[in-house]
Structure formats: structure tokens, C-alpha cells
């Protein structure tokens, strides 16, 4: 069926308001507009991020728009391209980025930050640049999260906010790039910029916790401590690098003390990948007082961090890390790529298949930490690595989920 220019119906998870369950619904999704790309979503990871947006809205954070199609961690094929579209045709296989690059901007230009400015406060707002969504439903306006929308088989992104990968990779294991694992890896050998030989904590050990481990190894960090409460957390940890397991439940002292003391004075590099101010501060306090740097990865609008200055006066750096620090066009298909030749690991995140109807269940199962796998001819969500805190843009629990029912086949 022959789609470009016109609207598609097809389906979507739409939350109607904040706090109820998501609603599978047809909804329109409308042809792209200048500098837009239609995407059919084949993949999309389920992250705490979506959850807190529909569950948090009024208590711990500012109101938000509804209603409106969360997903913001997903891959899929161009469907086709509105007007002045140049880097990427119908056909090609894509990921939608939270953060854009449009390459011209000052912050563009700029080595110091990834975090492009185009477009910025309106898909801040769950729109794209004009103002309105590319999605209805029942003759009403449906928001689109960060701009993306990827809980649904088809949305609109614009052109910055998308990247062009290699048109042999997987789908479902290569969305988990759009959020989680280059989060968690980039905060490693980017932010953090881990020295061979080092002495790392990684606090949290969900995906992206997983994933700034693998950074850790990757940067040739000789220890690496994994601190978590799920003791279960560490046979995992250990595929991703991790040297070894601290549980705080273990200790009766404060878990920054017992690194202080297992690492004679702290570690030299703290990566929080929890969400947590109470986490931060104490991973701020694990650090070596002769230059130990900390990195803040977990996402939160929840509390103040709260330090005592004397820790930062001695030499310690705190820093932050959003999406990795990753130049976010150029470096994600690279990412794709060093995931193919094997230097990269994502199969090893991913723990269970759903599908888009079942996406309150995945919900569920990141909030309780149930197990189980399900498989359909429609979709398949793909999970992986429970927490119940929220990390930057995704959650411990990763989840991607399969599309096949769309007129439009995947090469």
C-alpha cells in the first residue's frame, strides 16, 4: 500500500491523563512536514523515564501535556520525507534521537556539549517546531513525547532528531541505543573520561548502570565496583565488566565509606546511574579526594543535591552527563556499527518480548521486577535489567518491542 502523502492510521498506546493505564487506540499520524521524516517504528524500548511521565505528573514534577504517545527509545524505517530532507530517504533504516544535532548551532560547533538547541523547548513541550503534533485521536490532538512517540507503529520526527544506520542492524537490540546504553556508556568513556587502570563505582546496575560498567572496561578501568540492593544484579554485572559487588543492605555503615575503605581513600571514578539525590551525594563521597571525578547519569526533578564543600574545594569534580555527551547524529551509527563488529554489547540487555498491546504490562513488570516472555506476530517488547528508580531517559528495566503489522515492509 502505497502511504507517502497521505495519513496513516495505525495504532498507539495513548495516555489520556496522567496516573491511568496507556489506551491502545487508531490513531492518524499525518504526513511529515518541512525538515519532518515519517517513521514506521519497528523497536522501542519501555523506560522509567515514560513511566514518571504519566505517574509523576503533578506530584514530584511540573504538569504535562496530554493526551499523549511516550516512547522516546526506538528504531524503525523511513516511510517517507517531507520537504528539504536530505540526509535520509524512504527506506532507511533509522533511530530518533532525544537530543538533536543539527550540526550549525553554537553548542553544535562546540566540543564542549552535545546538547543542540533546534527545536529544543518545543519538543521539550511534546511538539515539533510549528507548535502542533503530527498525531490525532478522535479528532483530538495527541502530544508527542520529547517529540518522538515511539509507542506507536508510525510517528513524525524532525530530520535533527533523527540519524541514519547501517541498513543490516537489528532493530530491536540497536533501539536500545536511542536512549539507555549510550547513556550509560557515553557517561564512561566520555563524560567521566575513565583512565586505563582506574579504580570505578558504578552505582545502580539497571541498563544504563550496565552499560556505563561496559564503559568502564572499555576504558580500561582496572576495578570496577558495582553497587547495588538486587544481589541477583551481579552475575550480569560481571558479563559487563564488573570486577565486584557491593550491596549496601550488607554494611552498617554508609555505602561511601565502605568504598572509601575498600579502595584506600575512594574510588577515582563514581558514576550514579540511579536517579537519586541521596545516591549522588553519596557517590560525590566515594570519590578519591586527590582528583576523584563523579559523574551524574540518573535522571530525577525529585529533591535538592546537597554537598558539603569542602569535598569539591580538596579536587573532586562533579560533573553531569545527558545522552552520554554523545554528538548524537554523527556518533549513534557508530555506535550501530561498533555494536556489529562485535565491540559493543546490547543482546546481552535484553530480557523480555511483549508486545504493544501490552504495554501496561511492561510497565508493570519494570515497577515489580516480574520475569516472564511473551511473543507475538504483531510486536514484541524486548526487556531487560529492573530497577524501580528512575535513570536519565530510561529505565533499569529495558524493553523494546516489534512491529509487523504496518503496510510497510522493513528491508
Request: proline share 5%; net charge neutral; glycine share 10%.
Amino acid at each position: 500500500m502505497e502511504t507517502e502523502g497521505k495519513v496513516i492510521k495505525c495504532k498507539a498506546a495513548v495516555a489520556w491523563e496522567p496516573g491511568k493505564a496507556l489506551s491502545i487506540e487508531e490513531v492518524e499520524v499525518a504526513p511529515p512536514k518541512a525538515h519532518e521524516v515519517r517513521i514506521k517504528i519497528v523497536a522501542s524500548g519501555v523506560c522509567h523515564t515514560d513511566w514518571t511521565f504519566l505517574h509523576e505528573v503533578g506530584k514530584t514534577m511540573n504538569p504535562q501535556p496530554f493526551p499523549l504517545v511516550l516512547g522516546h527509545e526506538g528504531a524503525g524505517v523511513v516511510e517517507s520525507v517531507g520537504p528539504g530532507v536530505t540526509k535520509m530517504s524512504k527506506g532507511d533504516k533509522v533511530i530518533p534521537l532525544v537530543v538533536p544535532q543539527c550540526g550549525q548551532c553554537e553548542r553544535c560547533l562546540s566540543p564542549k556539549t552535545n546538547l543542540c538547541t533546534k527545536n529544543w523547548e518545543k519538543t521539550q513541550q511534546c511538539v515539533l517546531a510549528d507548535g502542533t503534533s503530527r498525531i490525532t485521536c478522535k479528532n483530538q490532538q495527541v502530544h508527542q513525547f520529547i517529540g518522538i512517540s515511539t509507542f506507536s507503529e508510525y510517528t513524525v520526527v524532525p530530520e535533527d532528531n533523527v540519524t541514519k544506520i547501517h541498513p543490516d542492524a537489528p532493530l530491536d537490540r540497536v533501539c536500545l541505543l536511542g536512549c539507555g546504553v549510550s547513556t550509560g556508556y557515553g557517561a564512561a568513556v566520555n563524560t567521566g573520561n575513565v583512565d586505563s587502570g582506574s579504580t570505578c563505582a558504578v552505582f545502580g546496575l539497571g541498563a544504563v548502570g550496565l552499560a556505563a560498567v561496559m564503559g568502564c572496561k572499555a576504558a580500561g578501568a582496572t576495578r570496577i565496583i558495582a553497587v547495588d540492593i538486587n544481589p541477583d544484579k551481579f552475575e550480569i554485572a560481571k558479563t559487563f565488566g564488573a570486577t565486584e559487588f557491593v550491596n549496601p543492605k550488607d554494611h552498617n555503615k554508609a555505602i561511601q565509606v565502605v568504598l572509601r575503605e575498600l579502595t584506600n581513600g575512594g574510588v577515582d571514578f563514581a558514576l550514579e546511574c540511579v536517579g537519586n539525590v541521596g545516591v549522588m551525594r553519596a557517590a560525590v563521597e566515594a570519590c578519591s579526594p586527590a582528583g576523584g571525578v563523579c559523574v551524574i547519569v540518573g535522571w530525577t526533578r525529585t529533591g535538592e543535591l546537597t554537598l558539603v564543600s569542602e569535598d569539591i574545594l580538596l579536587g573532586k569534580t562533579l560533573k553531569g552527563s545527558y545522552f552520554g555527551g554523545w554528538k548524537s547524529v554523527e556518533a549513534v551509527p557508530k555506535l550501530v556499527q561498533d555494536y556489529m563488529s562485535g565491540k559493543l554489547l546490547l543482546d546481552e540487555f535484553v530480557t523480555h518480548k511483549l508486545t504493544l498491546d501490552q504495554v501496561n504490562q511492561a510497565f508493570d513488570l519494570m515497577i515489580t521486577g516480574k520475569r516472564y516472555e511473551t511473543y507475538s506476530s504483531h510486536m514484541s517488547l524486548v526487556q531487560a535489567n529492573i530497577r524501580h528508580l528512575p535513570c536519565q531517559m530510561c529505565s533499569q528495566h529495558r524493553a523494546s518491542f516489534r512491529q509487523t503489522r504496518q503496510p510497510h515492509k522493513e528491508n
